[in-house]
């Protein structure tokens, strides 16, 4: 049922509802291959189109602010992780990733070695973003 052994002990950790800053669920129809990244155009909370990257490197997180409402972002600590989630579209099988928030984009910005390359290989449709 799980990608990895990763993926099927943060599925368990992923908070709930009441403890989440915020969540997305992004559509993903193509991504673009780069050298050593990809992208892929998706619609923000308005309907424009938001550029996202993935790319390898060490994990971490840049949120895109017109995707993403956060709650009480004055009154609470800073956004500290994000867990994505993604099924896998030929087995099913459920990645899942936690990184942590590095700061705020004018694009979505994900580091992530194993995303890349499932990415790469246009093994998912739609990535989940649970912000804590």
């Given amino acids: 049922m799980f990608f990895d052994k990763i993926s099927e002990g943060l599925f368990r950790e992923i908070p709930k509802a009441s403890l989440v800053r915020s969540q997305v669920l992004l559509n993903i129809h193509q991504f673009e291959i780069g050298q050593s990244y990809v992208t892929a155009k998706i619609q923000n909370r ?5 550029t996202l990257n993935i790319q390898g490197g060490r994990p971490g997180i840049e949120l895109q602010e017109s995707l993403f409402k956060i709650k009480n972002p004055e009154n609470q600590d800073p956004l500290r992780f994000a867990y994505i989630r993604a099924s896998l579209i030929q087995t099913g099988k459920i990645f899942v990733r936690k990184l942590p ?4 984009r004018d694009w979505l910005l994900i580091y992530e070695d194993t995303l890349v390359e499932l990415s790469v290989k246009d093994s ?3 990535l989940e973003i649970v912000v804590v």
């Fill in 46 to 50: 308005f309907a424009e189109n938001v």
């Fill in 101 to 104: 928030v590095i700061g705020i």
């Fill in 124 to 126: 998912y449709d739609e």
